[in-house]
């Protein structure tokens, strides 16, 4: 054998040797946290699997069944057994509002929505946005515990608005005035709301957003019909009155006697509920349904609002986690319903029952609904955090599937603000804000808020940590 033949060998062998011994000694990956045995709720497809995740930083890094014999190693190993995960909770439709004087107490709710698992909110409109944006930003970076935020900023409506801090409207000029500031600071979406505003401006604005392709969600003049707003491009429908009003046979008669102030705004409820039409709802959903229209029914709010006649909510356990200044914020409505004669409050409670129905149907009809609370000040005994739980409730006890409410949550929500590439569900990739419950909310729905620990991108608060944070939430 030559020389050379025998060097050739040598090496080849030499190679092999060197490859073995790099394969048996290649370091083992360490995560930073493994959750272990864990039945991880699948939004997208419903299915229920024994998984392990393991988290890398603020990020899924890898999910495996249980059982995967490459026994990744961690850093910290959460036992999951017995278990239930979800992407942490969304609550599309709150609001931090009130004024100088409510700013701390506003602050304070974030500990309520990060002790009920809810990781992010959508801020739909107020007076506080120079704090928000400063909160938003400490959350960001880890110095204060709170959702991540996304929010409008202030509403868009029109001369002499209802809402503090609106930016008034009445021209294009406006329109473009307005737009260019929410962008300056910068907003997540834009809100347009109902209370001044001119159903000229309220179309044009919604079309001016959507040149600039900004999201948009809003309430609806009564003196503009619902598909006329979906035409123009709203990404959005805060609430059902205005989903009823398009469901309605008489929608154009109607609307005209409110153009020509022949009625007002709740004159024309009965007259909306009364003459609802399945065929002219069915083509409605198929409208909304076509330009991706989502709906936000806020179910709770409603129930809570329509009985302040009937239920006293003096020992309500949340009582004590609103200070003084926002419980004054909630007599408006107390008084207004102490006003109200006995058919107007019957209505209301008729409407509250109508409501659901019609957000049962939208969900059987495949119109994407976002669970919202619609809490904070002025929204009278709707609690910042736990309302969020009471809404999925308010939608399963309406005829919802319990796995369609949890959707309307967190996957929805990451849907409509077009976040779903890090949020949404737990995936390899996405951030890791996670909750994990003691029972299973497909088989009962309050289980959201039977909480064994959240993770809100990737730092873990133990059952305790969300204790803590309550007890120091409490204000009076």
């Known amino acids: 054998m030559s020389i050379t033949v025998k060097f050739k ?26 959750i272990q045995n864990v039945h991880l709720i699948d939004l997208e497809t419903g299915k229920v699997n024994k998984m392990d995740i393991y988290l890398n ?45 409510l700013i701390e107490a506003n602050k304070n709710f974030l500990k309520l929505f990060m002790a009920n698992g809810i990781t992010t909110v959508r801020e739909a409109g107020g007076d506080l946005t120079s704090s928000i944006m400063e909160w938003k930003k400490a959350i960001g970076k880890d110095e204060l ?4 935020i996304f929010t409008s900023g202030p509403k868009i409506d029109g001369p002499g608005a209802t809402w503090a801090g609106s930016l008034e409207v009445e021209n294009e000029t406006d329109i473009v005035k307005a737009l260019d500031s929410l962008q ?17 401006s309220y179309l044009k604005a919604i079309k001016e957003a959507d040149k600039r392709d900004l999201i948009t969600s809003g309430h609806m003049p009564f003196t503009v019909e619902l598909d006329a707003t979906i035409d123009a491009g709203i990404d959005a429908i805060e609430h059902l009155y205005y ?3 398009g469901c309605s046979s008489n929608e154009k ?41 989502f709906v936000v029914p806020t179910l709770h709010i409603g129930k809570v609002l329509s009985y302040l006649d009937e239920v006293d909510h003096s020992t309500d356990p949340y009582l004590k986690y609103m200070p003084v200044g926002v419980q004054k914020t909630y007599q408006g409505r107390i008084d207004r319903v102490k006003n109200a004669s006995e058919k107007q409050v019957a209505d209301r409670k008729a409407l509250d029952r109508f409501f659901g129905q019609l957000a049962h149907t939208l969900n ?32 399963v006890a309406a005829g919802i599937p319990p796995l369609d409410a949890l959707r309307t949550s967190t996957f929805n929500g990451a849907k409509f603000l077009k976040k779903d590439n890090d949020y949404g ?12 419950l003691n029972s299973n909310p497909l088989e009962d729905i309050t289980s959201t808020k039977d909480i064994f620990m959240v993770l809100k991108k990737g730092k873990p608060y133990t059952k305790e940590n969300l204790d803590d944070l309550l007890k120091s939430a409490i204000t009076n």
Not at 58 to 82: W, Y
Not at 188 to 200: M, N, Q, R
Not at 365 to 391: C, M, Q, R, W
């Open 145 to 148: 515990v709170g959702p991540t």
């Open 425 to 436: 569900t737990i995936s390899k990739g996405k951030i890791a804000d996670i909750v994990l």
């Open 253 to 293: 008669e109607i609307t005209e006697q409110l153009v020509s102030k022949e009625i007002g705004f709740w004159d024309a409820m009965p007259l909306l509920q009364s003459s609802y039409s399945d065929t002219t709802a069915l083509k409605t959903f198929t409208n909304l349904k076509k330009h991706n229209v």
């Open 364 to 395: 059987k009809n495949g119109v994407s609904l976002l669970a919202g609370s619609d809490s904070g000040a002025f929204n009278s005994y709707t609690y910042p955090g736990i309302s969020l739980h009471k809404e999925m409730e308010a939608m």
């Open 184 to 200: 300056a600071i910068p907003v997540d979406f834009v809100k347009l709301y109902d209370s001044k505003i001119s159903g000229e």
């Open 9 to 34: 060998q040598f090496f080849l062998t030499l190679v092999l040797f060197t490859f073995f011994i790099s394969c048996k000694s290649e370091p083992q990956i360490l995560y930073d946290i493994a």
């Open 57 to 101: 930083g603020d990020r899924v890094a890898k999910i495996a069944p249980t059982g995967d014999n490459t026994e990744p190693k961690a850093n910290r190993i959460i036992d999951g057994s017995g278990k239930y995960v979800l992407p942490g909770f969304w609550d599309n439709h709150v609001h931090f509002r009130g004024g100088d004087s």
């Open 243 to 245: 989903i009823m009003k």
